[in-house]
Every structure is written in C-alpha cells, then in structure tokens.
T-cell receptor
Framework: SQQGEEDPQALSIQEGENATMNCSYK?????LQWYRQNSGRGLVHLIL?????REKHSGRLRVTLDTSKKSSSLLITASRAADTASYFC?????????FGAGTRLTVKP | DAGVIQSPRHEVTEMGQEVTLRCKPI?????LFWYRQTMMRGLELLIY????????DSGMPEDRFSAKMPNASFSTLKIQPSEPRDSAVYFC?????????????FGPGTRLTVL
C-alpha cells in the first residue's frame, strides 16, 4: 500500500514556469526522497531530505519538509520540456519504503 | 558502470507458466530491492536483500512469488504459476548502504504480460 500521496495527480504548465508538487504521508519517517520517472523507464533519484532537515536545494529543484504537517513539496523552477515526467515521493518508516501514486507533470514548449 | 541491469525487458506468457525475472545490481551495492508497478496499486516494494540475504519479504503478494540472490551480482524473481493479475512492470533497484537511507538506483524494468 502507498504511504505518500502526491498532489496534484496531474499538472500541466508552460516551459519557463515553476512547478510545485506536494506529498503528504501518514506515519513518522526517517527521510523522504523524490524520484522522477520518464514514460517507460525506471525511476531516477532526485533528492533526499532527512527528517531533521527543512529545506534542500539541488540545481533547479527545491524540496521542503514539514514533519509537523507530515508533508513535503518539490519545486522545479524554470521548467523545461525535458522535465515532463511523473514525480514520486518515497518515505521510509521502520521497515519499508513507500512510494506515492505520483504527479504527472507535463511541460509544454 | 552500466547501472542496474534487468532481463528480459518484456515478457509475454500464458497463465500458469513459470516466469523468471533477472537482475544484476550495481557492483559494490549491498542492498537489492524488487518492486512492482501497476496503475491500480502504484509502486510496491516486494522484497529486499542485504548482502544477499532476504531481509523483508512481507510485500511478496503470494506464495507463487519467490526471490533469490545467490550471489552479490545476481538476483531472480520467480512467479510460479503466473496469473493475469501479475501483469505489471517489475523493477529491480540497488543501493550502496543503509537500506533506505541512500538513493536507490533503478533498472529499466521488466514489463510482464500474463495472458
């Protein structure tokens, strides 16, 4: 079963705009990761944020984590057509890692 | 490194047949994970190994599913007998240390269709 729930399920924006995706989870975590999946491909790790961190940056990516609200957000700035993909958050509890259902991002050129 | 290698990339079989999926993790990685992805259930962790030893197989759906890791460079996921509801994309992933504390590197997946 899934723990993380991404919101929105689908997002369509124009190239150059920012894209924000949210993830909510239910139980306490050690860390939260974001992955990207291009159609028909495996998942690619984007960024990991630990439970004691509040914000992390990697290139055009910015991730925030609010453990009190059990939520995280992924911001992609200055989006490009190549950013079109599904984005998943993954949370780890004590015994397993759970992936959300994903947000399908479409960036129109 | 070539990354995580999975074979076959596509498998079409008939109900009742045995299916074996294969995975070669990245050299030096001591964790290996098997996932299943479907539209209905999303991405599910089936089982993971640490240093070739199965640690948690609670995600394996039924006794029809089994996984082995005879050595550090090879793992198999077997379904016997297969059923149409097993149709999914099966991913293998590996990571360097720390179970879920580090990034996982995913293979390209095996798309299984059971007729």
């Amino acid at each position: 079963s899934q723990q993380g729930e991404e919101d929105p399920q689908a997002l369509s924006i124009q190239e150059g705009e920012n894209a924000t995706m949210n993830c909510s989870y239910k139980t306490s975590i050690n860390n939260l990761q974001w992955y990207r999946q291009n159609s028909g491909r495996g998942l690619v790790h984007l960024i990991l944020i630990r439970s004691n961190e509040r914000e992390k940056h990697s290139g055009r990516l910015r991730v925030t984590l609010d453990t009190s609200k059990k939520s995280s957000s992924l911001l992609i700035t200055a989006s490009r057509a190549a950013d079109t993909a599904s984005y998943f958050c993954a949370t780890d509890g004590d015994n397993d890692m759970r992936f959300g259902a994903g947000t399908r991002l479409t960036v129109k050129p | 490194d070539a990354g995580v290698i999975q074979s076959p990339r596509h498998e079409v079989t008939e109900m009742g047949q045995e299916v074996t999926l294969r995975c070669k993790p990245i050299s030096g990685h001591d964790y290996l994970f098997w996932y299943r992805q479907t539209m209905m259930r999303g991405l599910e962790l089936l089982i993971y190994f640490n240093n070739n030893v199965p640690i948690d197989d609670s995600g394996m759906p039924e006794d029809r599913f089994s996984a082995k890791m005879p050595n550090a460079s090879f793992s198999t996921l077997k379904i016997q007998p297969s059923e149409p509801r097993d149709s999914a994309v099966y991913f293998c992933a590996s990571s360097l240390t720390g179970r879920f504390y580090n990034e996982q590197f995913f293979g390209p997946g095996t798309r299984l269709t059971v007729l």
